[in-house]
């Protein structure tokens, strides 16, 4: 049996429900049993039509032709009228019987066309050789191999159709040889020959490159999702690395405050001053507690895109991170026991969305490097927007770095994850040690390109 076909093999509705793949054959079955009647008994009508009217004398001699195939009467080398054999009512004729038989056979392979294509093509061939082997008139007899022939085309690829095509040659033999009026030296034996060969073998071909075109136009549109599904998975990527890498980063500054002001604490047991330590204690407890929350906030949203969820109101759940939360992004460096200098224009409220949000993430990838790469160094962050674009500034007074090699050698994907942001909308990313001491982030991002994406 067949792999592509199994009725054991099980499918799921859409609407819960279940349905075998038998099912499905018996949908097919339904659907080509009506064709199957109406190619069989217009075969069958047209042989009977044109028996009836093929009863007058054909030729100049008025001699009838004796029914069956020429083979069945030697001696007849030259015969100047033909008459088919007649169809009557009575079902007692021999040629009646055999054509019935054949017709039948014919049907059967219409039937199992789509169910069985190769099975069905080759059925249909065995009974429209057998009919015209018959001597029974053509009709509408070599449809039914044509129609199973466009249907494998259809359903399989060439190199396992082409071969099954050989079966034509003993019907299309079968044919010419039962009409005792072609002989193998008349040339128009051989032009119809290739004119019905072309006629069986053109829809067939055409079949396959509708079939081709199909599958291409599949193929491409699979890419294409990929590719989207990619992307996505890529943003999101750096929306995790970003927005936890930072967060933790201030968590653990907070931790180290409060750790060394508790170990200060139990050394100076309770001199002077001891207060005013609680207090730092405190505020570096709260600063942890307030970072923790939004880092799982923003790590909440961004899962919530990726697993497709919705607010309670119907609008997708997406991370709202842009320039307008630099400064409270550069209050929690603060809080953390970083110093910071921030220089924004008042004008950056209307950017483009994917500008907005990528321009935040590097501004926050770049205080993250500062924290955890320069100690405490004073950094400082300029956003300037201009006439067609938005340029970023991160720098710092740490020690030097030797080489931008080294920095991205240091371990994570900070670096990366910024030029990736950048590219996405256009943008560029430079990062380096800088002249004097310190590293140095440059970022332009153009607006005017990404204006339709608001």
């Not at 033999?173 to 019905?196: K, Q, R």
């Not at 999702?225 to 201030?250: F, M, N, P, T, W």
């Not at 320069?374 to 674009?389: F, K």
Request: proline share 6%; hydrophobic share 45%; aromatic share 6%.
């Amino acid at each position: 049996m067949s792999r592509r076909y199994r009725p054991s093999s099980v499918m799921n509705c859409s609407q819960g429900g279940r349905w075998t793949v038998a099912d499905s054959k018996s949908r097919l079955l339904l659907l080509d049993v009506p064709l199957a009647l109406v190619i069989g008994s217009g075969s069958l009508a047209v042989a009977r039509i044109f028996a009836e009217l093929s009863q007058q004398p054909l030729g100049r001699s008025g001699a009838e032709f004796p029914m069956g195939p020429p083979w069945a009467h030697p001696g007849r080398g030259h015969v100047e009228t033909w008459s088919p054999p007649s169809f009557r009512a009575d079902l007692g004729e021999p040629y009646t019987w055999i054509a019935l038989i054949w017709v039948l056979i014919l049907m059967l392979g219409i039937a199992f066309r789509r169910v069985r294509p190769r099975t069905g093509y080759a059925i249909t061939v065995v009974g429209a050789t057998g009919y015209l082997a018959a001597g029974l008139p053509f009709g509408p007899v070599l449809v039914a191999p044509a129609l199973g022939l466009v249907t494998m085309a259809m359903r399989l690829s060439v190199r396992r159709w082409a071969p099954w095509t050989v079966l034509l040659a003993p019907m299309i033999w079968a044919g010419f040889v039962s009409e005792d009026y072609f002989g193998l030296t008349d040339p128009t034996f051989y032009s119809t020959l290739i004119m019905l060969s072309a006629a069986m073998l053109m829809p067939a071909l055409f079949a396959t490159l509708r079939r081709n075109r199909l599958d291409a136009g599949r193929r491409t549109r699979q890419l294409e999702l990929r590719r989207a599904a990619y992307q996505e998975r890529l943003r999101i990527a750096r929306d995790v690395h970003d927005l936890i890498g930072h967060s933790l980063s201030v968590i653990n500054m907070q931790a180290g405050v409060a750790l060394y002001v508790l170990d200060k604490e139990r050394g100076a047991g309770a001199a002077d001053g001891a207060a005013g330590d609680s207090t730092k204690i405190t505020e570096s407890l709260q600063a942890i507690r307030s970072t923790s929350k939004n880092a799982l906030d923003e790590l909440r949203a961004t899962l919530g895109v990726f697993r497709g969820e919705a607010t309670d109101t119907g609008e997708q759940r997406a991370p709202v991170a842009g320039l307008q939360r630099v400064p409270e992004l550069v209050a929690s460096f603060r809080r953390a026991g970083g110093a910071v200098e921030l220089i924004m224009d008042d004008t950056v409220d209307d950017l483009p969305g994917p500008v907005d949000s990528a321009a935040y993430r590097i501004v926050q990838e770049g205080l993250t490097n500062v924290a955890k790469h320069a100690g405490r160094a004073t950094a400082t962050v300029r956003i300037h927007r201009e006439p067609e674009s938005l340029v970023i500034d991160i720098s710092d007074d740490g020690p030097p770095v030797r080489s931008t090699a080294a920095a991205r050698d240091s371990g994570g994907n900070g670096l990366i994850g910024m030029a990736e942001r950048a590219s996405s909308v256009g943008g560029t990313v430079w990062a380096g040690p800088l002249p004097d001491r310190g590293f140095g982030v440059h970022a332009e991002f153009p607006l005017l390109t990404n204006r339709s994406t608001t």
